[in-house]
């Protein structure tokens, strides 16, 4: 029997359903959508779908063993934690992360009271909504400064050399940046 009430049953299950919408939001690498064109001479231009997360990219650019810019197409994260590329990125990449974290770390706390009886006490229920209401904080300042990063040369790569600071240029936002937005939103 659950010590919840009903409410808190429903708190429960809404919290674990944003934490999942949460972290896959801030895991997959589609918040930016944009395109690569390489020419090659003699042949016809080749045009790439490229995708940027905050700290991954699918369909990148890289030198071949033939010293031709050559595509790959798959997705990777950035080696280390420097090659993300730029600062606001980088910031994002934390702040977004440890917002998730910290969603996930209530959610679990919440569904833990649902199955076990006297867990989720009063104290417990108001420290975890603050610490929720953190969460969409920490979340919603990552999701604010990312744009800051497209001026970097990866973007403006994809997106045109027009892209900067909230500019994004050719390129377009893509779900994982609304679905993070949204739960940014939401938790608080």
Sequence with gaps: MSGLSGVGVFWAFT???SAIISCVGYFMPHWITG???LQ??????????VHFGIFRRCNYPY?????????SHECGRYTAFSDIPSVSWQIA????????????LVSLTAMFGVCVKGVVIPTVARTAGIIQMCSG????AGVGI???GWDSPEVKQACGHISKSYNLG??????????TSAEATLLP
Excluded: A, E
Aim: hydrophobic share 35%.
């Design 40 to 49: 090659h001479p003699g042949k016809s231009p080749q045009i790439t779908p």
């Design 170 to 179: 050719d390129c377009s936002l893509s779900w994982c940046f609304y679905v």
């Design 93 to 104: 990449t934390l702040t977004v992360g440890v917002g998730c974290c910290l969603c996930l």
């Design 35 to 37: 395109r690569i064109t």
């Design 137 to 140: 904080f920490l979340m919603g």
């Design 15 to 17: 919290s674990i359903l």
């Design 63 to 71: 030198i071949g063993d033939d010293g031709t810019l050559t595509i």
């Design 146 to 148: 990312y744009p800051n």
